[in-house]
Antibody, heavy 120, light 108 residues
Framework: EVQLVESGGDLVQPGGSLRLSCAAS????????MNWVRQAPGKGLEWVAY????????YYADSVKGRFTISRDNAKNSLYLQMNGLRDEDTAVYYC?????????????WGQGTLVTVSS | SYVLTQAPTLSVAPGKTATITCGGN??????VHWYQQKPGQAPVVVIY???DRPSGIPERFSGSNSGNTATLTISGVEAGDEADYYC???????????FGGGTKLTVL
């Protein structure tokens, strides 16, 4: 069974940093691109970042470019999101999602999310 | 950047058909995915590649895509279909994934 489990969400002050993790199991993690998607309270889904299976290609949403860094460790079956310079508007539930677009299937598995709250 | 437009809300009586649209410039040339999200839960893909259905998704869910509008159709709507629905495409010009703003489906 495919499982994605996010962790690392917390309350952090504006300007602070946080590192999110996503532990993957039940599939060959190193064969799949991955994404981070966030959802502010009461709002819609917002794509944050994408990384290919080998980390060769990385893309970011304009709203986080230069502040957030996506990375992965295939030996540890883990995906990460380093968030620096956090702002109030970064408050959201952050989901990791497996990317199956190479098969034209979108994001076929999602974690349950981890809550990041940015507030003084 | 590429924009996907969805109506914020839709109300449908049980047993009727729900038609949820997603507008975008020449969206018919892109592959559209649809996600269902119930309160407190992660999104689940219900339609991928315009009109394909993942295993486990009822046949009541179907999709189409042409011109400037993609459509998710739910036939014989049930109470359990009440959820937020999001469309999604890959925008190759910006190398960004894009989500629509979401449509909240209420079953009367």
């Amino acid at each position: 069974e495919v499982q994605l489990v996010e962790s690392g969400g917390d309350l952090v002050q504006p300007g602070g940093s946080l590192r999110l993790s996503c532990a993957a199991s039940g599939f060959t993690f190193s064969s799949f691109a991955m994404n981070w998607v966030r959802q502010a309270p009461g709002k819609g889904l917002e794509w944050v970042a994408y990384i290919t299976d080998s980390s060769n290609t990385i893309y970011y949403a304009d709203s986080v470019k230069g502040r957030f860094t996506i990375s992965r460790d295939n030996a540890k079956n883990s995906l990460y999101l380093q968030m620096n310079g956090l702002r109030d508007e970064d408050t959201a539930v952050y989901y990791c999602a497996r990317d199956q677009e190479r098969l034209g299937m979108g994001f076929d598995h999602w974690g349950q999310g981890t809550l990041v709250t940015v507030s003084s | 950047s590429y924009v996907l437009t969805q109506a914020p809300t839709l109300s449908v009586a049980p047993g009727k058909t729900a038609t949820i649209t997603c507008g975008g410039n020449n969206i018919g040339a892109k592959s559209v995915h649809w996600y269902q999200q119930k309160p407190g839960q992660a999104p689940v893909v219900v339609i991928y590649n315009d009109g394909d259905r993942p295993s486990g998704i009822p046949e009541r869910f179907s999709g189409s895509n042409s011109g400037n509008t993609a459509t998710l159709t739910i036939s014989g709507v049930e109470a359990g279909d009440e959820a937020d629905y999001y469309c999604q495409v890959w925008d190759g010009s910006s190398d960004h994934w894009v989500f629509g703003g979401g449509t909240k489906l209420t079953v009367l």
